[in-house]
Nanobody
Framework: QVQVVESGGGWVQSGGSLRLSCAAS????????MAWYRQAPGNERELVAS?????????YADSVRGRFTISLDEDKIAEAHLQMNSLKSEDTAVYYC??????????????WGPGTQVTVSS
């Protein structure tokens, strides 16, 4: 079992910044990737940003590229951050952390966090 917990969500005015954190714990032998998704009311869940462990390759949605930065905490087994700058009202959504990993028996799995609300007021 792997537990995923997000933190750092909240309310901010348009143009402001927030930093989300995601920490995973449990049977993680090796981390493959971490990613942030978001879902606004009435919309499908969409990928915001992802990062591959070891090589550090990142991928961003066009709507956030240049404003958001995803990073891994090098001192932790599975902890990621999403720095969100120049926030817009359309960034309002529940943000979910996704963790892809290998267990001690080399099984490839993924886990999701419960989500954290980000509200940007225009």
């Amino acid at each position: 079992q792997v537990q995923v917990v997000e933190s750092g969500g909240g309310w901010v005015q348009s143009g402001g910044s927030l930093r989300l954190s995601c920490a995973a714990s449990g049977d993680i032998f090796r981390l493959y990737s971490m990613a942030w998704y978001r879902q606004a009311p009435g919309n499908e869940r969409e990928l915001v940003a992802s990062i591959l462990n070891v090589v550090g390759i990142t991928n961003y949605a066009d709507s956030v590229r240049g404003r958001f930065t995803i990073s891994l905490d090098e001192d932790k087994i599975a902890e990621a951050h999403l720095q969100m700058n120049s926030l817009k009202s359309e960034d309002t959504a529940v943000y979910y952390c996704n963790v892809q990993y290998y267990t001690t028996d080399r099984t490839s799995l993924q886990s999701w966090g419960p989500g954290t609300q980000v509200t940007v007021s225009s």
